[in-house]
């Protein structure tokens, strides 16, 4: 990586460019390669994807609990917001946890958070982004433990 893959275009390279060659190559090779690199060490560290799943969902429970707003749930169930975060996080990051499968659990921790009916859309969108990106760091922890064992 930098010899035959270069970080950015070389400014020669983008204004000679006449006959519309590729301007940038290998440059989404070269960020995805380091990107591999520092989120699992090239599929050889266990320790870096956990660390940054649990990073992303410190940071998502920090985002779910700033999102919040104070009011009074409509039915008389105990509402504690912060723990409602952390089911969010939770439950974003890991949806293939046996209480995913409950919407009701669901429905009350976005009520608790956000009252009925008021879930801001950019909530839904960084939970589908958070289960992506934890979807990717549990594939990297795996293949790293498969690595580790060497399992073919």
Known sequence: RGIQDKALPHPIDYFNNNNNDVLWPGGVRYWLGYLY?????FGRSVMLPLFWLLFFGLLFYGVYWGFSIDHKPQEPISCNQSEAAVYLSVRSAL????????PENLNRNYECLYGTGNIPSVIVFLSIFQAILSTILIFLLLLALRNYFRIK
């Open 37 to 41: 690199e520092y989120s699992s060490n």
């Open 95 to 102: 949806p293939f946890l046996p209480s995913a499968i409950y």
